[in-house]
């Protein structure tokens, strides 16, 4: 089992930026792929980025490409996620998630779906002002 804890959201004005950190519990971070998702009040969650085991693939979601960048450093069991350009429709909270992801076939999957994962944070708020 994993246990997962958010940090650095907070209040930015448009065109700033913030790096979310998730620190994960245990020690078999690195058999994990995984994800962020966001969810804005009144709103399902939405995915935002994920990132496979080892951090080979990575994907995101169209509205935040060339602007957010997921990374992950399996020596800290934390996985970040860089966000550039902020815009007031990014204001929502943010969740990590992590799925097991065990085998060498499964080195560079990723997940995109929030039924996909297993695990979730209880979430970091991300507010933009215009």
């Known amino acids: 089992q994993v246990q997962l804890v958010e940090s650095g959201g907070g209040l930015v004005h448009s065109g700033g930026s913030l790096r979310l950190s998730c620190a994960a519990s245990?020690?078999?971070?690195?058999?994990?792929?995984m994800g962020w998702f966001r969810q804005a009040p009144g709103k399902e969650r939405e995915f935002v980025a994920a990132?496979?085991?080892?951090?080979?693939?990575?994907y995101y979601t169209d509205s935040v490409k060339d602007r957010f960048t997921i990374s992950r450093d399996n020596a800290k069991n934390t996985v970040y996620l860089q966000m550039n350009s902020l815009q007031p429709e990014d204001t929502a909270a943010y969740y990590c998630?992590?799925?097991?992801?065990?085998?060498?076939?499964?080195?560079?999957?990723?997940?995109?779906?929030?039924?996909?994962?297993?695990?979730w944070g209880q979430g970091t708020q991300v507010t933009v002002s215009s």
């Open positions: 245990g020690r078999t971070f690195s058999g994990y792929a």
């Open positions: 990132i496979s085991r080892i951090g080979v693939n990575t």
């Open positions: 998630a992590a799925r097991a992801s065990p085998g060498l076939s499964a080195i560079g999957i990723y997940y995109y779906r929030p039924s996909d994962y297993n695990y």
